[in-house]
Structure formats: structure tokens, C-alpha cells
């Protein structure tokens, strides 16, 4: 009688299927990808663009980036690049952000300014002109973070 040493396949794909199992459940967590930090990242995202706005309207005697009738364009330009204290492309203000954040929750990161209440999913972020609020717009339980 041969007597064989070694592992059987049965018993590696085993062990394989358990090791699967065990990466599904902890990789996540250790990784940060779950619905905590994207909730965490939305928060620290709209803390960062509300004081930010909050420093351009200091910088331009109280004018929001945007005004109604404007578009996303405007206050992108007037948040990423110098501007006067018009608002206009100029030396003495900003940049105040060097790009705008991707929304966690839907993956988009243009703003669309007023319209439809935040909460649309239409964009990643909505500005409203008349109360200078900032919001992410993928959901309405997210909308009133």
C-alpha cells in the first residue's frame, strides 16, 4: 500500500471558497466603500463647498458664484479660477477649489444651479441662487445632509 502526502483538490477549492467568502465580507470594510464613508465623504465634501462659498461671498462684498438666470459654468469658473471683485476672470480672488467633488452616492460631479428642489439625480450637486445653499442632488435623503 502507497501511502501519497499532500493536499487534495477538493480540499484546496475549499479552502479557496472559504477564502472568498472571508474577502467579500472584510474587504469592504477595511477598504471604506460601504454606505458609511460615502456618507462621511458627502458630508466632509458639502462642509468643504459651504465654506468655501461662504469665502467667495466674503471675498465679493456678498455676491453668491452664481446668480439666477447663470449657469454651471459660471460658478465653476468663478470657484476654480482667479476672479475680481466682480466675479469676473481676474488676480485678486480664489482659486477656491481646485476642482468640484464627485458626489459619493451617484458618481457625478457637475453642479446645476436652481431648478428642481436637490434631490433629483439629475446632478451630483445643486445650488440654489436665491439662498446661496449647496446640495448633493442624488437622492432625498441625502439632499438635507
Partial sequence: MTRRSGVLLPEILSLALLLGILASVIIPKISGVGPGSRSSTLARDLRTMRSRIERYKRHHNGELPAAKG???????????RKTNVDGDPGIEFGPYLQRLPVNPFNGLRAVRIDGASAGTNIAGWRFDT???????????GHAAF
Fill in 70 to 80: 447663470e449657469n454651471s459654468d459660471r460658478f465653476l469658473c468663478r470657484m476654480v
Fill in 130 to 140: 436665491r439662498t446661496g445653499a449647496f446640495q448633493a442632488d442624488d437622492s432625498p
